[in-house]
């Protein structure tokens, strides 16, 4: 019936085509720019919850001063509880050739039956450390990078006070340490703080640890709430300086020094959501600050975590390398503070 | 007009006030008048008399402010919007002084812009025909002369058979000979169709043409005569 009308559009549509064809470009070019995100986005979350799955990346962490080997047992019959996995971490400052500022490696221990179990490592290149060796040591690959440190390379640590020479056997990636950022950085800083494994032996000893541990990661059964499983865990290691679990959700905060308190609160939210969920948001984790020995809240060192590791300022660092056995009522202190200036 | 003709309009103390901020502008101050079925009338006056504001509240574009005016019986001061759009639609046909052709289709598609919509249309070619356009029809407004674009807009007007033709200064923007020839189409559309029209002009020149004159002056009829002898178009001359 309209027929005229529409030749009409037509006409007029032909008459001015190069506009007609200047807004349809546009309008493609938003729509592919809008499709290209979206896109994007969903294959970056794929990836993540695959990287995590296939990787066993924790559900709950926690951190604290130290606690005998046996107190494992205990943990794994919490209930809910897959799979524990005790660590040793430290902080330790790093001195490398042809860099004169001072760079921080947050040092976390491997099985010495191999890879981890839980936070397992993507071995780029290399190989893992000997367990019976402990001058060798993984690097995440960023700080490789950053550093353009191939195999074989050498740096040195003071760990625990000494001066120790490091070999690099490998290069890994690890769920645990995707966005390595420190204290207060608006941009991760891949030159000055880097992410290091060594084998369990080697830093137990350094460190005085033998037999005991500082640090738990553990998987729930899927279904737990985590905020079941966190209480029980506080419980558990109350008395041997805990610092609180927390969930992976908040895993970048609790990596922030000082942030306990912030940390503490955000549980209280998230205690509302009692389903566990298996991907985390991505930049999201941190751990309880720690005290370094120097007592020092601002070299506290930081937690092994993933997204999010922030780390010592190293220029205010009373001490070269320290444990991850903070003093619990100092980091509690720095928790408070900080989460209140925020 | 011996036998007696259809009364179409009736209008009836219509009166038409414009509010221009503060000043209130009389257009219409009660005008009495009749236009009947079949016959030629032409409104004559000076620019600001009301012409203009009578025709196009007849032509159901303009709403009134007093008096009545109805068609046929029905009262167009009363009707509704839809009943307007549809009175326009079906009975009444427009010419304007500018023509307002749509410039993108040719003279043959501006006038089966009407004829798809309208119920009963005659077709385009033989509104064109009776315009005197038959060889034109696949031109483009632009490339037709002001007198040739004023005959396909009273091409277009006539297409759907209105019972009224209503043409506002239709020979204003055009010299005296295009104009006749304008008027010639108008006076074969009232004779051959028996279209009653209605042509607003200032020109007194074309008056002779008309069945009757109604001569408007400051927004009042002042007079209204009949042509004993009405002259043809062709006749006409300024």
Same mark, same amino acid.
Request: net charge positive; charged share 20%.
């Given at each position: 019936m309209?027929k005229?009308?529409?030749?009409k559009l037509l006409?007029?549509i032909?008459?001015m085509?190069?506009?007609?064809f200047a807004?349809?470009?546009?309008?493609?070019?938003?729509?592919?720019?809008?499709?290209?995100?979206?896109?994007?986005?969903?294959?970056?979350d794929?990836?993540?919850?695959?990287?995590?799955?296939? %990787?066993?990346?924790?559900?709950?962490?926690?951190?604290?001063?130290?606690?005998?080997e046996?107190?494992?047992d205990?943990?794994k019959n919490?209930?809910?509880v897959?799979?524990?996995?005790?660590?040793v971490?430290?902080?330790a400052? #790093?001195?490398?050739?042809?860099?004169? $500022?001072s760079?921080?490696?947050r040092?976390t221990?491997?099985?010495d039956?191999?890879?981890?179990?839980?936070n397992r490592? %993507?071995v780029?290149?290399g *190989?893992?450390?000997?367990p019976?060796k402990?001058n $060798?040591?993984?690097i995440? $690959?960023?700080f490789?990078q950053?550093?353009g440190?191939?195999?074989?390379?050498?740096?040195?640590?003071?760990i625990?006070?000494?001066?120790?020479? &490091?070999?690099?056997?490998g290069?890994v990636?690890s769920?645990e340490?995707?966005?390595l950022?420190?204290?207060?950085?608006m941009?991760p800083d891949f030159?000055?703080?880097?992410?290091?494994w060594?084998s369990?032996?080697?830093?137990?000893?350094?460190y005085?640890?033998e037999g005991?541990?500082?640090?738990?990661v553990?998987?729930v059964?899927?279904?737990?709430p #985590?905020s079941d499983?966190?209480?029980?865990?506080?419980?558990?290691?109350g008395?041997y300086g805990?610092?609180?679990? %927390?969930? &992976?959700? #908040?895993q970048?905060f609790?990596?922030?020094?000082?942030?306990?308190? &912030?940390?503490?609160?955000?549980?209280?939210?998230h205690?509302?959501?009692?389903?566990f969920?298996?991907?985390p948001?991505?930049?999201?984790?941190?751990?309880?600050?720690?005290a370094?020995?120097?007592?020092?809240?601002?070299?506290a060192?930081?937690?092994c975590?993933?997204?999010?590791?922030?780390a010592v300022?190293?220029?205010?660092?009373?001490?070269?390398?320290?444990?991850?056995?903070?003093? *619990?009522g100092?980091g509690?202190?720095?928790?408070?503070?900080?989460a $209140?200036?925020l | 007009?011996?036998?007696q003709?259809?009364?179409?309009?009736q209008?009836?103390e219509?009166?038409?006030?414009?509010?221009?901020?503060?000043?209130?502008v009389h257009?219409?101050r009660g005008?009495?008048m009749?236009l009947?079925a079949g016959?030629?009338?032409?409104?004559?006056g000076p @620019?600001?008399?009301?012409?203009?504001?009578?025709?196009?509240i007849?032509?159901?574009?303009d709403?009134?402010?007093?008096?009545?005016?109805?068609?046929?019986?029905?009262?167009?001061?009363q009707?509704?919007?839809k009943e307007?759009?549809e009175?326009?639609?079906?009975?009444?046909g427009?010419?304007?002084?500018f023509?307002?052709?749509?410039?993108?289709?040719?003279?043959? /598609?501006?006038?089966?812009v009407?004829t798809?919509?309208a119920?009963d249309p005659?077709?385009?070619?033989?509104?064109?025909e009776?315009?005197?356009l038959?060889?034109r029809m696949?031109?483009?407004?632009?490339?037709?002369?002001?007198g040739?674009?004023?005959r396909?807009?009273?091409a277009r007007?006539? @297409?759907?058979?209105?019972a009224?033709?209503?043409?506002? /200064?239709?020979?204003?923007?055009?010299?005296?000979k295009t104009?006749?020839?304008?008027?010639e189409?108008?006076e074969?559309i009232?004779?051959?169709?028996?279209?009653?029209?209605?042509?607003?002009?200032?020109?007194?020149d074309?008056a002779g043409?008309?069945?009757r004159?109604?001569?408007l002056?400051?927004?009042?009829?002042?007079?209204?005569?009949?042509?004993?002898?009405?002259k043809?178009?062709? /006749?006409?001359?300024?």
């Amino acid at each position: 019936m309209v027929k005229t009308l529409n030749r009409k559009l037509l006409r007029e549509i032909w008459l001015m085509k190069g506009q007609v064809f200047a807004i349809t470009l546009v309008v493609m070019s938003g729509v592919a720019t809008f499709i290209m995100f979206i896109s994007t986005m969903h294959s970056l979350d794929f990836t993540r919850s695959k990287f995590y799955r296939e %990787y066993n990346f924790a559900d709950v962490f926690v951190n604290l001063k130290r606690a005998p080997e046996s107190l494992r047992d205990k943990i794994k019959n919490i209930n809910g509880v897959n799979q524990v996995e005790t660590r040793v971490c430290a902080n330790a400052k #790093l001195d490398i050739k042809g860099f004169k $500022e001072s760079v921080t490696g947050r040092i976390t221990s491997i099985p010495d039956d191999g890879n981890p179990l839980i936070n397992r490592l %993507y071995v780029r290149s290399g *190989r893992l450390p000997d367990p019976f060796k402990d001058n $060798e040591v993984v690097i995440n $690959e960023t700080f490789a990078q950053a550093h353009g440190f191939k195999l074989g390379d050498q740096f040195a640590a003071v760990i625990n006070g000494k001066w120790k020479k &490091l070999t690099i056997t490998g290069i890994v990636l690890s769920p645990e340490f995707i966005l390595l950022m420190k204290t207060g950085a608006m941009t991760p800083d891949f030159k000055r703080y880097g992410a290091l494994w060594m084998s369990r032996k080697a830093i137990s000893k350094a460190y005085d640890m033998e037999g005991a541990f500082n640090d738990v990661v553990l998987t729930v059964y899927p279904g737990t709430p #985590l905020s079941d499983v966190v209480r029980d865990l506080d419980d558990v290691l109350g008395r041997y300086g805990g610092f609180g679990a %927390y969930g &992976l959700g #908040l895993q970048s905060f609790a990596q922030v020094p000082g942030l306990g308190g &912030l940390v503490r609160r955000r549980k209280a939210v998230h205690e509302q959501d009692r389903t566990f969920r298996h991907a985390p948001p991505f930049s999201t984790a941190s751990s309880p600050a720690q005290a370094g020995p120097g007592g020092d809240p601002q070299t506290a060192p930081t937690r092994c975590s993933s997204a999010h590791s922030s780390a010592v300022w190293p220029s205010t660092s009373t001490s070269t390398s320290s444990v991850c056995s903070p003093r *619990r009522g100092g980091g509690r202190r720095t928790a408070a503070g900080v989460a $209140e200036s925020l | 007009m011996n036998q007696q003709p259809e009364n179409f309009f009736q209008v009836r103390e219509l009166t038409k006030v414009y509010h221009m901020g503060e000043v209130e502008v009389h257009a219409l101050r009660g005008v009495n008048m009749e236009l009947y079925a079949g016959e030629l009338v032409v409104l004559l006056g000076p @620019s600001g008399s009301g012409k203009s504001t009578l025709l196009n509240i007849m032509g159901g574009l303009d709403t009134a402010t007093g008096g009545f005016v109805s068609y046929r019986g029905k009262e167009l001061t009363q009707a509704t919007e839809k009943e307007l759009t549809e009175y326009r639609r079906f009975h009444v046909g427009f010419v304007f002084q500018f023509y307002n052709l749509i410039s993108s289709l040719t003279a043959r /598609e501006n006038v089966s812009v009407v004829t798809e919509i309208a119920p009963d249309p005659m077709a385009p070619e033989k509104a064109l025909e009776l315009v005197g356009l038959s060889d034109r029809m696949n031109h483009f407004p632009a490339q037709l002369s002001g007198g040739e674009q004023q005959r396909v807009a009273i091409a277009r007007a006539i @297409s759907k058979k209105p019972a009224v033709l209503l043409c506002d /200064e239709p020979t204003g923007a055009l010299d005296s000979k295009t104009g006749i020839v304008v008027l010639e189409a108008l006076e074969r559309i009232n004779r051959e169709l028996g279209t009653a029209t209605a042509i607003i002009t200032h020109n007194v020149d074309i008056a002779g043409m008309a069945d009757r004159v109604i001569h408007l002056s400051n927004g009042r009829i002042a007079e209204v005569t009949t042509n004993q002898v009405k002259k043809s178009a062709s /006749e006409l001359q300024w």
